[in-house]
């Protein structure tokens, strides 16, 4: 058992309040808002940005990289419970499409984190 010599901080570090999900891509967690929803519409996969659409969901970062991680380990027909990988070619679409809005146009947001160096002096 374990003592505390104290009452516990009401300052702790509280989770981020909002529900959690995974990315089937990468398969981290994180809340919901940082992730898109995606269902399966007229038998294709469809960005489901309302949240809105009936039926099962999977979730997805709004990262390429992240959807190519779903395709290559057919995540989405796991994900979504149906028996044939589903044709991911108007989800990419629609995600490129999205990623260029939020990055504008000629602007790569990709590398960012990697330019970021402290002096070490």
Do not use: N, Y
């Not at 981290?28 to 929803?37: I, P, V």
């Not at 395709?71 to 796991?78: I, L, P, T, V």
């Amino acid at each position: 058992m374990v003592r505390r010599s104290g009452p516990a901080p009401s300052h702790a570090s509280a989770p981020a309040s909002g529900p959690v999900r995974t990315c089937v891509g990468c398969r981290t967690r994180a809340l919901s808002g940082e992730l898109l929803r995606v269902v399966i519409s007229d038998g294709e996969l469809a960005l489901d940005l309302r949240r809105s659409l009936p039926g099962r969901g999977a979730w997805v970062h709004p990262d390429l990289g992240c959807l190519s991680k779903a395709e290559r380990r057919r995540a989405f027909a796991r994900a979504l419970r149906v028996p044939e990988p589903p044709d991911t070619g108007g989800l990419r679409a629609q995600l490129e499409a999205l990623v260029h809005r939020t990055t504008g146009t000629g602007s790569s947001r990709t590398g960012l984190d990697e330019r970021k160096q402290v002096d070490p002096s």
